[in-house]
């Protein structure tokens, strides 16, 4: 029986639940909203995307050349080219003070891949099961937690701890539901860093919870400018059961090279086939590349990390001279995460999400909302961020603009 031409359905079936409340990366949509009011010719200083500016190192950039002059165009297995697993092993073991074995590696199309993973790994959809996650945090963390069918328990960062959290506060959180912590450090949005004390006490809380995993963000780890950096991965009975994430985006500046890395002895084989059922593989060619930006010369990321530390000083001198704002110096990663509680009072916003809009369509400044990043964090007021991989000359306009603005508009 033929349907009639006019009864023919013009919408499309519906979507899952799951697809529907799927969340997203709000620096991605800013940047959006920049790229659109730059084709309109609008002139836009732009500090939302979170990725250095600077280009692949030429070694690295050669290493890619080379391999596809080489012929090495076609699958590798899942868990990544055994070259490169032996580099990330040597490498996140040595910073780290661990024997971690190329066996216990997997390489991903970024590390980003491996939140899903090792939420869909270590709980059970619909069974209420619990993952506790930072906020502010990064918006994938959240996403996943919802998108996988478990439970998500935000653990508050707070600016008076430095934008650590409270370890009492973990403690209460993990109930008999708990399967995972996520812990990210240099942390994104705030540049926080949580120092060996405040490991050596999770740690100690953890010992008592055996049936939680942790999964430990530590794609910053080189974007450390104060100390030595200390992996929780490191402290007795921790290294089992962490997921100890890395990667070359922040590095090497790779970030469309696509390659992260983590290390964990019984989640890699699962990993492994998560990696068979999505992607096959990551790239080969840029797994090589990834290969001799761990092994090759490391000048230019030392160079890198230099020029980040130098802007962040600029950036948040330059912020506390902001009528409204005031600015924490970051520890680590490349963001600045300053309190602009009184600049929104000051100019009438109701809030940083509308301050970001105003900036972005008045002043010419493209920033990220609190929001952004999950809910705000009770008590601790109104926050934007900038990352400030970006120039100086960048840095130096992008925040007189905002000055300008809070001048121009104070009530």
């Known amino acids: 029986m033929n349907t009639p ?13 799951r697809g529907d409340s799927l969340g997203t990366e709000n620096a991605f949509v800013v940047l959006a909203e920049v790229n659109a009011l730059q084709r309109q ?12 500016d600077f280009p692949t190192p030429a070694n690295v950039q050669d290493a890619a050349i080379a ?31 661990l024997d971690i074995a190329a066996e216990d590696v997997v390489v991903g199309a970024g590390a980003k891949p491996f939140i899903a993973y090792t939420i869909a790994s270590v709980t059970d959809y619909g069974a209420g ?21 478990a ?17 009492h506060e973990l403690e209460a959180k993990i109930t008999e539901k708990t399967r995972l912590l996520i812990l990210n450090s240099p942390q994104n949005p705030t540049g926080g860093v949580l120092q060996r004390a405040d490991l050596e006490a999770i740690a100690e809380i953890l010992l008592q919870h055996p049936h939680v995993w942790v999964y430990a963000d530590e794609i910053y780890s080189r974007l450390l400018y104060d100390g030595e950096f200390s992996s929780l991965a490191s402290l007795p009975g921790m290294l089992e059961r962490t997921v100890i994430s890395d990667g070359a985006s922040k590095t090497w500046a790779m970030t469309g090279w696509r390659i992260g890395y983590i290390a964990n002895r019984a989640l890699a084989p699962v990993f492994t086939r998560w990696i068979t059922n999505t992607d096959s593989c990551a790239s080969q060619v840029s797994q090589w590349a990834a290969l ?47 309190n602009v509680t009184e600049a929104c009072k000051l100019t009438g916003c109701a809030d940083s999400e509308e ?47 905002i000055a300008e603005f809070v001048r121009r508009n104070q009530r």
């Open 129 to 149: 099961e619990e993952v506790i996650y930072p906020v502010p945090g990064f918006p994938i963390y959240e996403s996943q937690i919802v998108a996988n069918g």
């Open 151 to 167: 439970v998500p328990v935000p653990i508050h960062l707070r600016e008076a701890r430095d934008f650590a959290f409270d370890p």
């Open 67 to 97: 391999a596809i002059r080489g012929g090495k165009h076609g699958y590798t297995p899942s868990a990544g080219i055994d070259e490169l697993r032996a580099a990330a092993a040597r490498d996140m073991g040595s910073r780290r003070g």
């Open 355 to 401: 301050l970001r809009k105003r900036l972005l369509n008045e002043a010419g400044v493209a920033v990220l909302a609190d929001i952004h990043f999950g809910r705000r964090v009770p008590g601790d007021g109104q926050h934007i961020r900038l990352s400030y991989a970006a120039s100086t000359d960048a840095i130096r306009c992008g925040v007189e603009r």
């Open 292 to 338: 001799e930006a761990i092994e090759g010369p490391q000048e230019s990321a030392a160079a890198m990390r230099t020029s980040f530390l130098e802007r962040r000083d600029l950036v948040v001198g330059l912020l506390n001279a902001v009528p409204g704002v005031s600015c924490k110096t970051p520890g680590g990663a490349f963001y600045a995460w300053p």
């Open 5 to 17: 031409r006019d009864h023919i359905p013009r919408t499309a079936p519906p979507i899952s639940h």
């Open 41 to 52: 010719g609008r002139d836009i200083v732009s500090f939302c995307i979170g990725q250095p």
